[in-house]
């Protein structure tokens, strides 16, 4: 199953909005395009379907909680760390929902994994 159809089961369940699919859609051609990351693997379906699915739930006003300091800390201390917050706030401009500092947790632990997979 390919990313673009993995996103419109998710639209077709209503699960995400138009605008969450038509924003990730975005998101996927920018990863690999202006990003040159390989997200059409594993890690890449988790992250993609991870960020569509926060971004939901901070539209109906539900995000989690901050992920632990401890195990986010891998990624802060990351030399990758600059470069994935231009990432995140890249692919977060498609989108007029707000993203909690909470949610970035997540969002940014998910394109570490994603820039570690790449050596893979």
């Not at 991870?50 to 109906?60: E, G, S, W, Y």
């Amino acid at each position: 199953m390919t990313m673009e159809q993995r996103l419109q089961i998710l639209a077709s369940a209503n699960l995400i909005s138009a605008e969450v699919h038509q924003g990730m859609l975005k998101v996927v051609n920018k990863l690999e395009q202006q990003w040159g990351l390989v997200i059409r693997n594993s890690q890449g379906q988790m992250a993609i379907t991870h960020m569509a699915n926060a971004l939901m739930r901070c539209a109906r006003g539900e995000p989690v909680a901050a992920m632990d300091n401890e195990l986010f800390s891998e990624v802060v201390e990351s030399e990758l760390f600059e470069r994935l917050q231009m990432i995140n706030n890249d692919l977060l401009s498609e989108f007029s929902i707000q993203i909690p500092e909470s949610e970035k947790t997540y969002l940014l632990s998910n394109l570490y994994a994603l820039h570690l997979a790449q050596a893979d």
